[in-house]
């Protein structure tokens, strides 16, 4: 592997750095990731499907394209590993590379493997790198150690991206159903569900499926490894060897001025030292001093390594002192203490031990401590039974409160409010003489809900709208804008929110504002007096 060629910058980052570093990369290679991804598992979606057509079981069809992953993440994995060092691939050539390329441990991952946490940290192992079962399998433990909580809880949060994914999918299909009509499509989507779903309903579950896997799996596998490239950096040092890479190269531009600069720096040296060992040769050619020649070698001699380095032979004795004193280290000696906790030998021994340990009391503080330990069990006893005792006489009160049947005061709703909140299923051929004969007897909100649901009636017929079961107020009132006459509309504006008064809040019209009501509800409607 050529770490010089890497093409994105390499130092020790935290593991979410790590993970957004890869999702990056990612976003780097879009196009060359995503091209092969659609072309390879496109074919792959539509032969899984028309199998489950087939076996009428497109579940199964689901479960496998998912149990496949691990071989479409390869596909991530194949150009990311290529991008990074600058080398991007072409679509064919990574469609290509699929029939031959990392083979070696997607076999384990579709298997034994397939449900590991840490599968994007743990791919790159055995599909990047070489070695035998036991060398992989060592390094998948190097690299994991510190990284695997994190590739854990990658794969959770993908997991569930893709799972929200779908049901988005599936929300954005409600979100163009009217409002008036969304509970029935509910409803009936339920059934569907509950029942014999068509083929088409499994159809679409599956490409939601596929369609979420394919924006979210590309990052997964970047995000993994990211992971593992950082734990290479951190455990191979590899931006330190970027480092001392980039500065050999540039010394060895530099070569050639270095050795100019040491050449001209070592003449003068050179040249001095010539004319050192003249001098002894100019004396001895003079024949008086004979005694000139030992005595000129020898002050050479001394005088050369202070002539050539400038300074006074070192003081070795601190040296010396420092060395001894660091030998007298006790840290240093092979000798050293270790304490281990021992299981004793019986249970009994240890008991005689204990209590030829303890004093003897004599017999007359023994029997003080016996009834000392007799009184106080006593009066322990006494207290337990005074305790039962108080329990038993109080036990119709709290029995019923422990078992949840204590009586509570319970707030009885009041009869008026409970009969408006029924609307009648069956109109009377005399609407506002029904009414009016309920308001007389004291049922004002029975009469109210009579003249509600013959508004609705009403609504259904002249607006010619069809109301889903159970529709509420609000939706009544959308609906009532399809009436042709503004004064319908408003005289039903009016019924609703007098009825919504006396039902919710209370708010009962008085007996001019009824009679009014049903004036006008005879004069607009055509209801008979």
Known sequence: MRIDQLDVVLRARSQWEAMELGTALVRRHAAAIWKPWLLLTLPVFALLNLLGWWLDSFWLSSLILWWLKPAFERIPLYVISRGAFGAEPSTGQTLRA??????????AYLGWRRLSPARSLLMPVDLLEGGDGAQRRARRRALGAASYGHASLLTWVCWHFEAMLQLAGVALVFMFVPVEL?????????????????????IGFNLLAWLAMTLIGPF??????????????????????????????????????????????????????????????????????????????????????????GAAPADTNGFRQAAARAYEDPQLG??????????????????????????????ILGAIAKAVALIGESILWILLGVLLVVLALTARWWLPWLRGSGRSSRVVQAPAIQEALQLPEVLPPDILGSARRLWREGKPRH?????????????????????????TEAQCLRASRKMPQ???????????????????AGRLPSEDEFNALISELHLHYGWPA
């Open 182 to 202: 969304l509970s029935e499509s509910l409803r009936a989507t339920w059934e569907l569900i509950g029942t014999d779903t068509p083929a088409w309903a499994w």
């Open 447 to 471: 009469a109210l809900a009579l003249l509600y649901r013959a508004s609705v009636d009403v609504l259904v017929q002249r607006g010619n709208v069809v109301l889903p079961p159970g529709a």
């Open 334 to 363: 092979a000798k050293r203490k270790v304490s281990r906790w021992v299981k004793k030998a019986s249970d009994k021994i240890a008991e005689k031990k204990d209590e030829s340990d303890k004093p003897d009391p004599g017999p």
């Open 220 to 309: 997964y596998s970047g995000a993994g490894f990211g992971l593992y490239l950082n734990r290479r950096t951190q455990l191979e040092a590899w931006d330190v060897e970027i480092a001392f890479r980039r500065l050999r190269e540039r010394l060895a531009g530099l070569a050639p001025m270095l050795v100019l600069l040491l050449a001209v720096f070592t003449m003068p040296s050179l040249q001095a030292r010539a004319q050192d060992s003249s001098e002894p040769a100019s004396i001895s050619s003079h024949g008086n001093h004979k005694d000139a020649v030992p005595e000129a070698a020898a002050t050479a001699t001394a005088t050369t390594p202070q002539q050539l380095f």
């Open 486 to 504: 503004e004064a319908d509309r408003n005289l039903f504006a009016r019924m609703v929110r007098t009825w919504q008064y006396a039902a919710y």
């Open 98 to 107: 699929q029939w031959n390329w990392g083979w070696r441990g997607v076999g």
